[in-house]
């Protein structure tokens, strides 16, 4: 079985040497068939140079020349990726790269499994670290899109999650949406299309300044959400 781990970036010059090497070493000493993606939302600080010449065969990158959204560079990523299970995970590794073993292990021992994605709020420790304003506005934002949405999820943001290949080209394959509501849209296709969808506790270990405003850009997403459930009616049953 090939893994492939898709990890979008933009304008991340300032951490790309030190995420290269945590991944390229967790990776070679983890698993014996892989690749990893990493794929430019359209950088202007050289990030993508520092990846392409670092040297280990098995990481590639993809992408385009202007900004687009993070939606956008991982539907780029995991399309282009060749693995049986393509996970995408943030580039300051925010989740750290155990859960990619733990993810990899539950579709091993789920062979039903279409889906696996990470949720803080499963893990009693998830939000440590954050500020009780982000904390507070994450998970209402959350759980207004689980309303809107109309399932179970406990954390359809979380920005680790899992497929298996199949499952991942029907889905992004056909996802319009660039910017940060992109999660929401995978996962209204993945219901629609019947997907087994499996949440695995995680928590955020590395902590840097989020590029998301959580006030003004949740009204912004809240707005995409009304028009991707419009796109996406509920298959009558």
Do not use: W
């Amino acid at each position: 079985m090939k893994l492939s781990l898709v990890i979008p970036m933009y304008n991340e010059s300032s951490i790309m040497n030190n995420t290269l090497t945590q991944v390229s070493e967790y990776m070679r000493g983890h698993f014996d068939d892989y690749e990893v993606i990493f794929s430019d939302d359209g950088s202007r600080d050289g990030c993508r140079a520092v990846v392409d010449a670092f040297g280990d065969p098995r990481i590639r990158t993809v992408g385009y020349e202007s900004n687009r959204g993070k939606g956008c560079a991982i539907r780029t990523g995991v399309l282009a990726a060749e693995g049986d299970i393509v996970i995408f995970t943030d580039c300051d590794l925010a989740y750290g790269l155990d859960v990619v073993e733990r993810m990899v292990g539950i579709f091993d021992n789920t062979p039903d499994c279409d889906v696996v994605i990470g949720s803080r709020n499963k893990d009693k420790d998830g939000y440590a670290g954050y500020t009780f304003l982000r904390k507070l506005a994450s998970k209402v934002y959350i759980k207004c899109l689980a309303i809107a949405a109309g399932f179970k999820l406990s954390d359809s943001q979380c920005g680790l999650k899992g497929f298996r290949r199949d499952m991942a080209r029907k889905i992004f394959s056909t996802c319009e949406v660039d910017g940060f509501a992109f999660d929401f849209e995978v996962l209204i296709k993945a219901k629609n299309l019947g997907a087994k969808i499996v949440e695995m506790a995680v928590k955020v270990i590395n902590h840097r300044e989020s590029k998301v405003n959580v006030f003004r850009d949740s009204f912004r997403m809240l707005r995409d959400v009304r028009k991707i459930k419009k796109r996406n009616p509920a298959p009558k049953r």
